[in-house]
């Protein structure tokens, strides 16, 4: 299995507070993403990172913000959050390409009262 | 909207039997996955596809890339228990390295 692990495993919070979650890798892969995952959408992508300091927006990115200071970690931060934000949010990576394997991590199930 | 529309939602199945999952969208994709997912864990890669028309078999299990790369299928002959779950394919466009999910297929094979 790839080393990826996601912390925390599992938040409450409430409505409009900062919550940071926290992507760690072992395998040195140049791209990482976050991605939400809803009922009935599937995985829709967040943010995703190129390099160290290089990140672009995804599908649905407002009210996310990201940081790579470091190849191994990909941070996401919900800066006020919503009820609309309660979701399972998935961390993957993967060397790079369109044709190259994304390797997930175990999730993180968010819960915003 | 999402660019990729996968049909069946739901599938729910006797063991033995075959079916096939759609994925589908109006725009061209350089290459697509096919991802299936257990309760609690994250997706894992089955198989990419790359060129239109392109077959591709992982034991009962039966993938193809549209011809005009618009459009995948997963075919699963004689269905086991241990089919059940989530697949999800997953498109790249020719530009950047962002890759667009499906809304996904649950998949229930009944013992």
């Known amino acids: 299995d790839a080393g990826i692990t996601q912390s925390p495993r599992h938040k409450v919070t409430e409505t409009g507070t900062p919550v940071t979650l926290r992507c760690h890798q072992t395998?040195?892969?140049?791209?990482m993403y976050w991605y939400r995952q809803d009922p009935g959408h599937g995985l829709r992508l967040i943010h995703y990172?190129?390099?160290?300091?290089?990140?672009d927006k995804g599908e649905v990115s407002d009210g996310y913000s990201v940081s790579r200071s470091k190849t191994e970690d990909f941070l996401l931060t919900l800066e006020s959050a919503t009820s609309s934000q309660t979701s399972v949010y998935f961390c993957?990576?993967?060397?790079?390409?369109?044709?190259?394997?994304?390797?997930f991590g175990p999730g993180t199930r968010l819960t915003v009262l | 909207t999402q660019l990729l529309e996968q049909s069946p939602q739901f599938l729910s199945i006797q063991e033995g039997e075959n079916l096939t999952v759609y994925c589908n969208s109006s725009?061209?994709?350089?290459?697509l996955q096919w991802y299936r997912q257990e309760p609690g864990e994250g997706p894992v890669l089955l198989v990419t596809?790359?060129?239109?028309?392109e077959v591709k078999k992982l034991k009962r299990l039966t993938f193809q890339f549209g011809d005009a790369r618009k459009d995948s299928s997963l075919h699963i002959t004689a269905a086991q228990p241990g089919d059940t779950g989530l697949y999800l394919c997953?498109?790249?466009?020719?530009?950047?390295?962002?890759?667009?999910f499906g809304t996904g297929t649950s998949l229930t094979v009944i013992p």
């Open positions: 993957a990576i993967s060397p790079g390409g369109s044709t190259d394997t994304q390797y």
């Open positions: 395998e040195n892969h140049r791209y």
């Open positions: 990172s190129y390099g160290v300091k290089d990140t």
């Open positions: 725009s061209v994709f350089s290459s």
């Open positions: 596809v790359v060129t239109g028309g």
């Open positions: 997953a498109g790249a466009r020719n530009t950047g390295n962002q890759f667009y």
